[in-house]
T-cell receptor
C-alpha cells in the first residue's frame, strides 16, 4: 500500500531534550516536506526537499533541522525543543519536482507536546 | 506564491451542492490553484487542481474566474463524509516549490 508513515504518532517531551520525528514514504517520491499545524494558523511549511541531499526552508524553519540522506526518508530534528514547538506535525511527499502540480500525499501526523 | 483568502466556515445541507470560494488576487499567470481537504484527525488529502480552465474529477469541480483572481470548489452533492477543512493553495510551478496552505474553510454538512 502506498503511504507516508510517521513515527512516533504522539510524543511528550521536555524543553531542551533533542528529538527526531521520522518520515518515510514507499512511493519513490523525490519531493518531501514537513508542515506544522496550529489552531487558527492552519498548515505552515517548515522545510522541504526536492531530492536527496537537497533541502530548503519553508515559512517557519526556525528551531528545526532536516536531512535527506536517502530518497525514502526525511527526518525532522528538534535539537532543543521549546514549548512553542508544541504542535501537530505532518510529513508529505509527491512524485516529482518537475511537475509541481503532482499530488502531495500526507502522513497521519505526529502530535508533539513540549513541556 | 500568492496568498489565498477563504471564509472561515460554511454550512451545507446533505445532498445539496456546495460552493467553496477562494480569493487569490495576487496570483501570477503561471501559478496553479490546488485544493486539499482535511478530514477530522487525518492529514490533508488532494481534491483537485487547475491553472486556467475549469476542471472536473470524481471528487469535485473547480471553477476558475476568467481573471484568475478567484476560484470556487464545487461539491455537487454534499455528504456527511465531506465535512472537513478545505484549503485553497496557490503554487508557483518553478522556483521555491513552497506551499502556503492558509487557514482554510471548515465545511459543516447538516443531515
Amino acid at each position: 500500500e502506498a503511504q507516508v508513515t510517521q513515527n512516533p504518532r504522539y510524543l511528550i517531551t521536555v524543553t531542551g531534550k533533542k528529538l527526531t520525528v521520522t518520515c518515510s514514504q514507499n512511493m519513490n517520491h523525490e519531493y518531501m516536506s514537513w508542515y506544522r499545524q496550529d489552531p487558527g494558523l492552519g498548515l505552515r511549511q517548515i522545510y522541504y526537499s526536492m531530492n536527496v541531499e537537497v533541502t530548503d526552508k519553508g515559512d517557519v524553519p526556525e528551531g528545526y533541522k532536516v536531512s535527506r540522506k536517502e530518497k525514502r526518508n526525511f527526518p525532522l530534528i528538534l535539537e532543543s525543543p521549546s514549548p512553542n514547538q508544541t504542535s501537530l506535525y505532518f510529513c508529505a511527499s509527491s512524485s516529482t519536482t518537475e511537475q509541481p502540480t503532482d499530488t502531495q500525499y500526507f502522513g497521519p501526523g505526529t502530535r508533539l507536546t513540549v513541556l | 506564491d500568492a496568498k489565498t483568502t477563504q471564509p472561515n466556515s460554511m454550512e451545507s445541507n446533505e445532498e445539496e451542492p456546495v460552493h467553496l470560494p477562494c480569493n487569490h488576487s495576487t496570483i501570477s499567470g503561471t501559478d496553479y490553484i490546488h485544493w486539499y481537504r482535511q478530514l477530522p484527525s487525518q492529514g490533508p488529502e488532494y481534491v483537485i487542481h487547475g491553472l486556467t480552465s475549469n476542471v472536473n474529477n470524481r471528487m469535485a469541480s473547480l471553477a476558475i474566474a476568467e481573471d484568475r483572481k478567484s476560484s470556487t470548489l464545487i461539491l455537487h452533492r454534499a455528504t456527511l463524509r465531506d465535512a472537513a477543512v478545505y484549503y485553497c493553495i496557490s503554487q508557483t510551478p518553478s522556483g521555491t516549490y513552497k506551499y502556503i496552505f492558509g487557514t482554510g474553510t471548515r465545511l459543516k454538512v447538516l443531515a
